[in-house]
């Protein structure tokens, strides 16, 4: 098996109102890809949000006595810490340069996902509002542009509980089940697996994030190309709830 990650050049600073399903036809005509069947297209989040125009004006937020609390804390800016508050349902942890809570999303991550980075000073840009909604408008426009089967999935950086480091997660997705349930298959001593679900999603958001970078890259969209399994989950319905956890069964909580 061989997948190839390949990176869009030449995406532009988008802005609120862009079209980003034109911005990556461009881009793919541009680079002279072929678009194939089975190919998927992540996009980063900040990218989403920004065509949206859902940015945050950190100097039009009135912090309120508990972000003022949680600022004493976590050592963040009181508005920063309202907008955080403002865009999540849970606060589950507060410690040194971090807020952990559950977005109104449901995603349990650092500082409700708002991001500082790729953005004007004194903004910041939330969680696209519905990514899943995002990411299927953005497959029908190109899988109508191309005639091909394609997914997407709008992806976003995000740390995880015990390791050091941030990795590429998916938090939006259409076209593919980001969950491949492999129980019931055979392991190579034919043992039935009970237990095995694979993030097929988080894992392509954290390949496609290798190419994407962390700073000045300028590569948000990243296609993956020779991924079989996309036969397989394949699912014009698909959203990205299978990978959430229910909270009765989050142990770090």
């Not at 996009?43 to 039009?60: M, V």
């Not at 804390?73 to 507060?94: G, H, P, T």
Request: with cysteine; net charge negative; glycine share 8%.
């Amino acid at each position: 098996m061989e997948i190839k990650l390949i990176g869009l050049k030449d995406i532009p600073l988008v802005e609120s109102g862009d079209n980003v399903g034109e911005i990556i036809k461009d881009a793919v005509i541009n680079q002279n890809y072929e678009l194939k069947n089975g190919d998927i297209i992540l996009i980063a989040e900040t990218l989403i949000s920004k065509a949206e125009g859902n940015i945050i004006k950190l100097d039009d937020i009135v912090p309120s006595d508990k972000a003022y609390e949680y600022s004493e804390i976590c050592k963040k800016d009181a508005k920063l810490v309202e907008a955080i508050l403002q865009n999540s349902n849970e606060v589950i942890k507060v410690g040194p340069n971090f807020i952990i809570c559950e977005t109104l999303h449901g995603f349990v991550c650092a500082n409700a996902a708002i991001d500082e980075s790729n953005v004007d000073d004194g903004f910041a840009t939330p969680v696209p509002e519905n990514p899943d909604e995002s990411a299927r408008g953005i497959r029908e426009y190109l899988e109508e542009e191309f005639n091909k089967d394609l997914a997407v999935i709008i992806t976003d950086t995000q740390g995880r509980a015990f390791r050091v480091g941030a990795i590429g997660t998916a938090i939006g997705c259409s076209g593919m089940d980001p969950l491949w349930v492999r129980i019931g298959e055979k392991d190579l001593y034919g043992r039935e697996l009970e237990t095995t679900e694979v993030a097929t999603a988080d894992e392509l958001a954290s390949a496609a994030s290798l190419i994407m970078g962390q700073a000045d890259e300028g590569l948000p969209v990243v296609i993956i190309s020779g991924f079989t399994a996309f036969n397989h989950l394949m699912n014009k319905k698909s959203n990205i709830k299978p990978l959430l956890r229910q909270k009765e069964y989050d142990v770090f909580r």
